[in-house]
């Protein structure tokens, strides 16, 4: 996948480049800590990962989010 077909799809990009697609929120079985549920897009191969939305939603010490929103046109 382009970087551009990347965009397309994404809703959100990593702090070091990256392009994801959040799939929605789940909960943990045992703790119901909430969890985002997203797929990679680019550059690497395509997948699906999860996370703690408190680390996903976290902002790095030198005030950096960890995923920046995209703007997404409606």
């Known amino acids: 996948m382009t970087e551009q077909e ?11 480049g990256g ?3 959040v799939i929605g929120v789940a909960r943990h079985s ?4 909430a969890m985002i549920v997203y797929e990679h897009l680019w550059p690497h191969e395509r997948g699906l990962w999860v996370r703690p939305a408190a680390m996903f939603n976290e902002t790095l010490a030198d005030g950096t989010p960890r995923f920046k929103p995209l703007d997404i046109p409606l």
């Open 30 to 33: 045992e703790t119901e800590e």
């Open 6 to 16: 990347a965009l397309a799809l994404a809703t959100h990009r990593h702090y070091k």
């Open 19 to 21: 392009l994801y697609r």
